[in-house]
């Protein structure tokens, strides 16, 4: 099972972006796809979930500003940031797995992640 994001740059404050997250080796139809971020020194945040149901979830730093995606039969996860600000430089991670609704922040729950995609947002 392979993650494989892409995406990230270097971007000004109030700027778009949009990163992917390929999946392959299996079908993940099934299971959340989510996205977590993880700044210098921080501890890994939980950016937003697409579940197997189709319900979304948002950490409360990106509602209103970001939205994520899943295309089910390419197997592929995205995450459209708009209005970026110099709190979001990061690398974000995608990660797979299936999580309870109440453990969807929680990194010890998803199975498979990606390598990392880094953001950079200059103010």
């Known amino acids: 099972v392979q993650l494989q994001a892409s995406g990230g740059g270097l971007v000004q404050a109030g700027g778009a972006l949009r990163l992917s997250c390929a999946t392959s080796?299996?079908?993940?139809?099934?299971?959340?796809m989510a996205w977590f971020r993880q700044a210098p020194g921080k501890e890994r945040e939980f950016v937003a979930a697409a579940r197997w149901n189709g319900h979304i979830y948002y950490g409360d730093s990106v509602k209103g500003r970001f939205t994520i995606s899943r295309d089910t039969p390419k197997n592929t996860v995205y995450l459209q940031m708009n209005n970026l600000d110099a709190a979001d430089t990061a690398v974000y991670y995608c990660?797979?797995?299936?999580?309870?609704?109440?453990?969807?922040?929680?990194?010890?729950?998803?199975?498979?992640w990606g390598q990392g995609t880094l953001v950079t947002v200059s103010s």
């Open positions: 990660a797979v797995g299936s999580p309870a609704l109440s453990a969807l922040g929680n990194v010890d729950v998803y199975r498979h």
């Open positions: 080796g299996q079908t993940f139809s099934s299971l959340t």
